[in-house]
């Protein structure tokens, strides 16, 4: 039945079908539960587990429990990569990779986002392009690799990732984007999502002014990168990727507070894509008379 308003007939809009998701690291300082139950009361399409040395992201049989009672499903891992998370799952950084993957095809995971090497994992470093494609021959599982960015001391740069914090020029099968980090390294967003092509797989959406050193993980619409634009962008190109909020909300005054930021994020996600020029998919939204945009019932 098409919705009607004012007398008139609201259109259902057809959005491509990439899984919008919630990364855990999203409900910071709350823990990977508050994840599950606040994707699921607003709808999010799945989650992101970001490992983290909060014990309920490395248990195998909790994130199971979780998916399973909130229906919703773990689209991606993130390895523990960040400086924090070095002794998660020890320290062995090729270790690492493989726990992740093994989790991952455990619950029926997509995607291994991981990050490029420090630059001080000189040996890790020397095989990383080599060995993950070594690693990606034995798995279904996408293993891609996330732009990061450059420290930046009295206006110069200061390498902390081997090969390169950009991973548009390296022999990367799989590439995650990440438009926080754009807006640090001061890299165009758009331009990369171009010459990376079929080999953008994730997209970790977020925003950012630009502040040096600085990876603020703003709500989508809140900086300057174009967010609305790349989302058009992709549906306009059919991409199949998953797109993950990963956004800020530890200076929420309340769990209602952060709710909100989390369903403007989501919302904003869902009209770009619809707004598309020739967006296709095969699910459809409606807008609401209250001017929400939410599932259609009957399509």
């Known amino acids: 039945m098409t919705p009607q308003h004012n007398g008139a007939a609201t259109p259902a809009i057809r959005v491509p079908d990439a899984p919008i998701t919630l990364s855990t690291a999203s409900v910071y300082p709350e823990k990977v539960p508050s994840a599950f139950e606040i994707a699921a009361l607003l709808g999010y399409d799945g989650i992101e587990i970001m490992v983290s040395t909060d014990a309920s992201s490395q248990d195998l049989n909790v994130l199971r429990r979780l998916s399973d009672y909130h229906q919703v499903p773990i689209k991606s891992i993130h390895a523990p990569c960040l400086l924090l998370t070095q002794r998660v799952w020890g320290r062995e950084p090729w270790g690492k990779l493989v726990r992740s993957k093994e989790v991952a095809e455990e619950l029926g995971a997509d995607v291994v986002v991981v990050h490029p090497p420090f630059r001080w994992q000189r040996e890790y470093a020397r095989e990383f ?29 200061a390498g902390m990732y081997l090969p390169d914090w ?134």
């Open 129 to 157: 392009v080599e060995g993950l494609a070594r690693m990606q021959d034995e798995t279904d599982v996408l293993f891609a690799v996330e732009n990061m960015f450059p420290l930046k001391a009295r206006g110069a740069e």
């Open 166 to 299: 950009n991973p548009v020029d390296q022999d990367y099968p799989f590439v995650t984007l990440d438009l926080s980090h754009t807006a640090v390294s001061g890299s165009d967003a758009l331009d990369m999502a171009d010459r990376l092509g079929e080999r953008l797989r994730h997209v970790h959406l977020a925003d950012g002014v630009g502040v040096t050193n600085k990876d603020e993980h703003l709500v989508p619409g809140r900086g300057n990168q174009p967010c609305g634009q790349m989302l058009e962008r992709l549906a306009d190109d059919a991409y199949g990727g998953h797109i993950c909020l990963e956004v800020n909300t530890r200076r929420a005054a309340s769990r209602a507070e952060r709710m909100e930021d989390l369903a403007e994020a989501l919302a904003f996600t869902r009209l770009h894509l619809a707004a598309a020029e020739g967006a296709t998919g095969s699910r459809a939204w409606e807008v609401t008379p209250g001017g929400e945009v939410s599932p259609r019932s009957a399509w």
